[in-house]
């Protein structure tokens, strides 16, 4: 079994990409998809939270790839998360390779303090 995305204490800022296990992507198809959603969350974060976004880059950017069941798991994180008023993006795929257009693939929350994402995603298996 994998290891659970643990706590990295107090303080720290992360990044949680979550990938839709029921799709069994491939490797890089899930890559992709993770990388989709750090980028829109940098973006969104440069626009409506740069102090969070600083001192999650001078950190060194750390980002945690976890796997959710099916995308009802996903929507109920995504409701814990905006509930504990958390930053959060889905990516939905263009459908041009492994699945129909507008899947949701990814759900991408943060950055954000890590005791905050670990309530909410803490029990996710990693990728």
């Known amino acids: 079994m994998a290891r659970k995305g643990g706590s990295a204490g107090t303080g720290e800022y992360k990044m949680v990409l979550v990938i839709r296990a029921e799709l069994r992507l ?13 980028v829109m969350l940098t973006l969104s974060a440069q626009r409506r939270h740069a102090d ?21 798991d ?10 504990r008023g958390l930053p959060c993006v889905w990516v939905e ?29 803490g029990s996710l298996d990693l990728l």
């Open 26 to 38: 491939t490797a890089g198809k899930a890559a992709a998809q993770a990388a989709h959603a750090a």
């Open 74 to 83: 996903m929507e109920q994180l995504s409701s814990q998360a905006r509930a």
């Open 93 to 121: 795929d263009a459908g041009l390779t492994e699945v129909a257009p507008g899947t949701r693939t990814c759900l991408g929350i943060g950055p954000a303090l890590a005791s905050a994402l670990d309530a909410v995603t």
């Open 52 to 72: 969070v976004l600083d001192r999650w880059l001078g950190e060194g950017q750390k980002k945690i790839v976890l796997t959710a069941p099916t995308l009802d």
